[in-house]
T-cell receptor, first 115, second 113 residues
Framework: GAVVSQHPSRVICKSGTSVKIECRSLDFQATTMFWYRQFPKQSLMLMAT?????????EQGVEKDKFLINHASLTLSTLTVTSAHPEDSSFYIC???????????FGQGTRLTVV | GDSVTQMEGPVTLSEEAFLTINCTYTATGYPSLFWYVQYPGEGLQLLLKATKADDKGSNKGFEATYRKETTSFHLEKGSVQVSDSAVYFCALSDRYNFNKFYFGSGTKLNVKP
C-alpha cells in the first residue's frame, strides 16, 4: 500500500515555542490531506482538511491561527503548532488520499509534549 | 450529514474466541467503507475495505461485508489472537468528494491468553 511518512514521531518543546510537523506521501500524489488530533480515550478529532495549493478548511472550534497548515505540494503538508501550551500536548496524525482510490493512508503519528 | 457509529469498547476476549465489532453508517452519495487498526503508539493502518454494496473485504483473517440494506459493515474474525489487541476504527469515504472521510469513535480490543 501507499506510504505516508510523518516526522517527527516525538517532540518535546517549551511552552510558547512553535513546532512543525511534516507529513509526506512517499509514493503517490496526495491531493487531499487530513490532520487529526487523538485524545487519550482514542477518539480521532479531525482538525482540518487541505488540498494542494489552496487554504486548509478547518473544523469548527479549531483555531487556524494556532494550528497553521500548509499543503505546498502534492507530497507534503505541514502542521505548525504556534505558541504551544501544555494543553496542546497530544498525539497528532496526518492522512492522505490520492485520486487513485477511495482510502486514506496514515502517517505514524507525532506525540507532542509541551512543558 | 454522513456519520459512522461503532460499538463502544473495550471488548475483552480470550484467545481463539470469535470477534464481532459492529459498525453502522449514515451516508448520502456513494460511500466506500473501511476498517482501520491502530496498535499502541502508532498511526492507523488500513485493515480492509469494500467499495460497493455486497462487497466483502478481508485481510489477516478479518472480514466485513458491505450491507446496504442494513447500512452496516461489521468486523468479524473467527479466532482472535493476543496480537490482535488494538483499537479498531470503522470509516467511510465518498467516492466523488475527496474531502469527506469519517471515522467512528474506535473500539479497543483486548485479547487475553
Amino acid at each position: 500500500g501507499a506510504v505516508v511518512s510523518q516526522h517527527p514521531s516525538r517532540v518535546i518543546c517549551k511552552s510558547g515555542t512553535s513546532v512543525k510537523i511534516e507529513c509526506r506521501s512517499l509514493d503517490f500524489q496526495a491531493t487531499t490531506m487530513f490532520w487529526y488530533r487523538q485524545f487519550p480515550k482514542q477518539s480521532l478529532m479531525l482538525m482540518a482538511t487541505s488540498n494542494e495549493g489552496s487554504k486548509a478548511t478547518y473544523e469548527q472550534g479549531v483555531e487556524k491561527d494556532k494550528f497553521l497548515i500548509n499543503h505546498a505540494s502534492l507530497t507534503l503538508s505541514t502542521l505548525t503548532v504556534t505558541s504551544a501550551h501544555p494543553e496542546d500536548s497530544s498525539f497528532y496524525i496526518c492522512s492522505a488520499r490520492d485520486l487513485g482510490g477511495p482510502e486514506a493512508f496514515f502517517g505514524q503519528g507525532t506525540r507532542l509534549t509541551v512543558v | 450529514g454522513d456519520s459512522v457509529t461503532q460499538m463502544e469498547g473495550p471488548v475483552t476476549l480470550s484467545e481463539e474466541a470469535f470477534l464481532t465489532i459492529n459498525c453502522t453508517y449514515t451516508a448520502t452519495g456513494y460511500p466506500s467503507l473501511f476498517w482501520y487498526v491502530q496498535y499502541p503508539g502508532e498511526g492507523l493502518q488500513l485493515l480492509l475495505k469494500a467499495t460497493k454494496a455486497d462487497d466483502k473485504g478481508s485481510n489477516k483473517g478479518f472480514e466485513a461485508t458491505y450491507r446496504k440494506e442494513t447500512t452496516s459493515f461489521h468486523l468479524e474474525k473467527g479466532s482472535v489472537q493476543v496480537s490482535d489487541s488494538a483499537v479498531y476504527f470503522c470509516a467511510l469515504s465518498d467516492r466523488y468528494n475527496f474531502n469527506k472521510f469519517y471515522f467512528g469513535s474506535g473500539t479497543k480490543l483486548n485479547v487475553k491468553p
